[in-house]
C-alpha cells in the first residue's frame, strides 16, 4: 500500500483552527489527506499535487514551492479539514455501529447550530481557496506542473474560488 502524504499535522491544523487540543490526532489525520486529494487536487490540478507530495517526501521544498506551501495551500488545507472535521468528531464508528459522542460537562449542540458552525469554518476554507487560485493564477509560471495535464489526470476546476459565480 502506497504512503499517503499529509502537508499538515493535525497538531498545526488544531494550532490555526477553532479545533481543540484534546482531540485524538488520528481523528483528524485522515481527513487531512482526504481534503488534500477531493478538494485541493482540483484547484492545482494533479501534476502539481504530485509535485508537492515529492517535494514534502523529500522535505525539502524549492523557493516558490515553499512559499506556496506555507502562505496559500496550508491554510486552505487546515480550515477545509476543520469544515469537514467537525460533524464527524461527534462520531464513533465501530464494530458495534455509529454511536455518537455525548459530552461529560457540556450540552450537545443542536444539527442547526452545528451547520452554522461548519458553514462558518467552510467560508473561512473558501477565503483561503480564493487566495490560492489568486496566486496561481497570477504567479503560475513560477510552478510550470500548474499547467501541466497527461491522461488520467484530474482537470482542474477553471471556477475554484469564486463560490460558483458565473460571468
Do not use: C
Not at 455509529?98 to 458553514?119: C, I, K, T, Y
Amino acid at each position: 500500500m502506497a504512503t499517503k502524504t499529509n502537508f499538515i499535522s493535525a497538531e498545526y491544523l488544531k494550532a490555526v483552527t477553532p479545533l481543540g487540543n484534546n482531540i485524538d490526532n488520528d481523528k483528524l489525520t485522515y481527513n487531512i489527506w482526504s481534503v488534500q486529494e477531493t478538494y485541493l487536487q482540483p484547484v492545482i490540478g494533479t501534476r502539481l499535487l504530485e509535485q508537492l507530495k515529492a517535494y514534502e517526501t523529500g522535505s525539502t521544498y524549492p523557493a516558490p514551492y515553499n512559499d506556496l506551501m506555507e502562505d496559500y495551500v496550508k491554510d486552505f488545507i487546515a480550515w477545509k479539514t476543520a469544515s469537514e472535521s467537525v460533524f464527524f468528531l461527534a462520531y464513533i464508528v465501530d464494530n458495534g455501529g455509529v454511536f455518537r459522542h455525548e459530552p461529560e460537562n457540556g450540552a450537545s449542540v443542536s444539527r442547526s447550530e452545528l451547520g452554522d458552525l461548519r458553514q462558518l469554518l467552510a467560508d473561512k476554507a473558501a477565503h483561503f481557496q480564493r487566495r490560492l487560485v489568486d496566486h496561481l493564477q497570477a504567479y503560475g509560471s513560477q510552478y510550470p506542473e500548474y499547467y501541466e495535464w497527461q491522461t488520467g489526470d484530474m482537470n482542474k476546476d477553471q471556477k475554484s474560488g469564486l463560490n460558483n459565480l458565473y460571468f
